[in-house]
């Protein structure tokens, strides 16, 4: 029912925690919420800067768990 990874961003490689459900993904602490494609090569160890989104929208406040990113994706 969703999965978290860990990844990182940026050229310092800042690691990241990724909450996904149903092709939705949030990185820990952002209200940005990204849709990519199930070939995107969302997994462990990713750059979650080369993920190629296909839908985005934000969310009213920090996506802290992988229960508030379901929240947001179904509300």
Do not use: K
Not at 13 to 41: D, K, L, R
Not at 61 to 71: F, G, H, R, V, Y
Request: hydrophobic share 35%; with cysteine.
């Amino acid at each position: 029912m969703g999965e978290i990874y860990e990844g990182y961003y940026g050229s310092a490689q800042t690691p990241c925690t990724i909450f996904e459900y149903a092709n939705w993904y949030v990185v820990e602490g952002s209200v940005n919420v990204n849709h990519a494609p199930p070939w995107s090569g969302l997994r462990d160890g990713v750059n979650v800067e080369t993920i190629q989104d296909d839908d985005c929208f934000t969310w009213s406040e920090p996506i802290e768990s992988l229960e508030q990113l379901i929240e947001a994706v179904e509300y």
